[in-house]
């Protein structure tokens, strides 16, 4: 059995091209056949033949694959985003009439797509907070066909229980959907736990870069190839050169992890010691290592346009998870969108900074954190 880090950089079942040390990239829409035998063999059941690029391609296939392997799950499949890959998986379980269940804190897009899409499509969205599995719980009806979360809350870094999720929706047989995008595979692999599918924003640390945008939606073999079958239909398909720049920034995620990690937890221990300063940073969620994303909240005494206008090299950005410590304001980004009572219920507050913590030495990100805060003290919060 290969360890987990073999599985990051090594592929099992490349073989396409065995004199490449790296997979070519199939930069190809269809595929080219010798005779009708030869086309019909695409046809049959278990070939491992190639038509058309929608349907499937050497580089999503690989991106899918080696994701499921890092999850644990028996199959996969990559789309164009993680959004598309979302949207395969609930159209795969969830029919008009049914209900899902959600957290009132899920990802923005994520409750746009549920809230909007899906309620035009006579799909009844409920939404409770996932910190009280008792309102989970009493949340579910008949007509309940998924019930959706996410193992790492954003802005605010709350830790799924995902087994207890489990545990509540398979008594009364509901598949769980997860979306892992914050903890990655290397914190958390929600399908161990029981998810019945387990979802990715590959845009974010399986590519790691910033230079891609891509999903993967892995899990159940017969949920999956649904998903799949939607995703071929409705078009969701990720190019081969994106799958293949997102698998060349896979191969480095257990480093980069473990490096941004450790970051993260020495920038939430600065930031612990700064006055006025209230810092969520997830608490348990692997032995080694909480994931690298820190959110904190300034007080009062802190003019927050300052702090943001004082940081030198850190960017303002409205993503996440590059190589690079980035920020971003949730107030006006991610969480715009939302009612002011919700955001004042979720703690989305005029304070609030989210820190994508990136691959610079430690040091290089307390220094900046620290003038940007000394110029921003003692100075009021417009209204
Ligand atoms: C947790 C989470 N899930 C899903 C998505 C959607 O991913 P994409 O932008 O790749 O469609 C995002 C994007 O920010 C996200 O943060």
Excluded: C
């Excluded at 592929?11 to 595929?31: A, G, L, V, W």
């Excluded at 989210?354 to 209204?383: M, Y």
Aim: negative net charge; charged residues 25%; glycine residues 6%.
């Amino acid at each position: 059995m290969k360890s987990f880090n073999w599985k990051v950089i090594h592929d099992r079942e490349h073989d396409y091209d065995s004199t490449s040390k790296t997979t070519p990239i199939y930069q190809t829409s269809s595929f080219s056949f010798t005779d009708l035998h030869d086309l019909e063999g695409f046809f049959q059941p278990e070939n491992n033949r190639y038509m058309y690029s929608r349907y499937g391609n050497p580089n999503p296939d690989q991106l899918a694959r080696k994701v499921s392997e890092l999850e644990g799950a028996p199959a996969g499949v990559a789309t164009s985003s993680g959004m598309s890959a979302i949207l395969s998986g609930v159209l795969a379980v969830v029919r008009p009439g049914e209900s899902v269940l959600i957290p009132e804190d899920v990802y923005g897009g994520t409750y746009d797509l549920f809230q909007q899409f899906f309620q035009d499509w006579q799909v009844d969205v409920h939404t409770v907070s996932f910190a009280d599995l008792a309102e989970v719980e009493k949340k579910i009806t008949q007509k309940t066909s998924l019930v959706y979360t996410e193992s790492v809350t954003n802005p605010l870094l709350r830790v799924e229980e995902i087994e207890a999720v489990v545990k509540i929706a398979h008594k009364r047989s509901i598949p769980v959907m997860v979306d892992n995008t914050f903890a990655t595979p290397y914190f958390s692999q929600p399908y161990k736990f029981g998810a019945d599918l387990v979802v990715h924003s590959a845009t974010k640390y399986i590519g790691g870069h910033s230079d891609v945008t891509a999903g993967v939606l892995v899990g159940e073999r017969t949920l999956v190839e649904e998903a799949k079958r939607k995703a071929i239909q409705l078009g969701m398909n990720v190019s081969p050169f994106e799958a293949w720049l997102t698998v060349r920034g896979l191969k480095t995620l257990s480093v980069r992890m473990e490096k941004q990690s450790a970051n993260a937890k020495a920038i939430a221990d600065f930031l612990n010691d700064q006055p006025g300063v209230n810092v969520y940073y997830p608490k348990n969620l692997a032995t080694h290592g909480n994931g690298a994303m820190v959110s904190f909240e300034l007080d009062k005494r802190y003019d927050i346009h300052k702090f943001f206008e004082q940081l030198e090299w850190v960017k303002i950005v409205p993503t996440l998870a590059g190589v690079e410590t980035t920020v971003s304001y949730p107030l006006k980004t991610s969480h715009r969108s939302i009612p002011p009572h919700m955001q004042k219920k979720l703690g989305i507050t005029a304070g609030l900074i989210r820190l994508s913590v990136g691959l610079e030495d430690e040091t290089d990100i307390t220094d900046e954190l620290q003038s940007a805060l000394e110029e921003a003290a003692e100075k009021k919060f417009p209204e």
